[in-house]
């Protein structure tokens, strides 16, 4: 059996869309631990009523991010996970901390990356008229928002949209997206290679 810890700092929709996957699609997985930087991530409270451990690391209990990093990553090695899933975890992550998980920790942004790291990505879409968004599911580097792409789902950006009908139209691909990437990744048919992610099987 595998073990996932999921990060949160929010609503935590995603991290849902992956423990109801898992759940559903029997995947062999534990669910080790859900754990947020954010003592009021709306998150914990669904995570904590499935029987899922959730722990809580706050940034502001530390001197520098080395430090709450160096935090972070002894309560995510209590669980010894397989994979780290970042959901909607909203900390800019130190080199040490993402060498620690190379090749085991992954993220979803809501963007066709390499377009739009960052934040405010909708808003960038908007602004910038670009006719097709998405999110990508990708390995977290060093190099914000430039890991090795997993998975990617496109959307149309339609005439009138605003911030929230966008990022409501991405969110329902995120969810689709994720745990299916998170089950490749289990199922061992993820391999990085110069740089990039071969999937084996059918996809
Ligand atoms: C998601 O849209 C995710 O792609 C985004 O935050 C949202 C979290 O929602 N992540 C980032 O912007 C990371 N840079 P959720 O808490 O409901 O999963």
Redesign the pocket.
């Known amino acids: 059996m595998k073990n996932l810890v999921i990060l949160?700092?929010?609503?935590?929709?995603?991290?849902?869309?992956i423990v109801e996957a898992a759940q559903s699609e029997k995947w062999p997985v534990n669910i080790a631990a859900v754990i947020s930087n954010r003592a009021d991530?709306a998150?914990l409270e669904y995570a904590a009523a499935k029987g899922i451990p959730t722990a809580v690391v706050v940034s502001k209990n530390y001197p520098d991010r080395a430090e709450f990093d160096a935090a972070l990553q002894a309560e995510i090695d209590r669980y010894a996970p397989n994979l780290v899933v970042?959901?909607?975890?909203?900390r800019i992550l130190t080199a040490p901390f993402v060498e620690h998980y190379a090749g085991r920790m992954m993220?979803?942004?809501?963007s066709l990356l390499p377009s739009f790291p960052?934040?405010a990505?909708h808003q960038q879409a908007l602004s910038f008229g670009v006719k097709v968004h998405g999110?990508t599911v990708h390995f977290v580097t060093a190099d914000l928002?430039h890991g090795p792409i997993v998975a990617q789902a496109a959307v149309p950006v339609l005439a009138g949209d605003t911030e929230h009908s966008l990022?409501e139209r991405?969110?329902q691909q995120?969810h689709i997206i994720y745990p299916r990437a998170v089950r490749w990744f289990l199922e061992g048919r993820l391999t990085i290679v110069e740089g990039r992610v071969e999937v084996a099987g059918e996809v």
Not at 10 to 17: E, K
């Open positions: 949160i700092s929010g609503r935590g929709s995603n991290m849902q869309a991530a998150g970042l959901a909607g975890f909203m993220n979803i942004h809501p960052g934040l990505t999110a928002d990022s991405v969110l995120e």
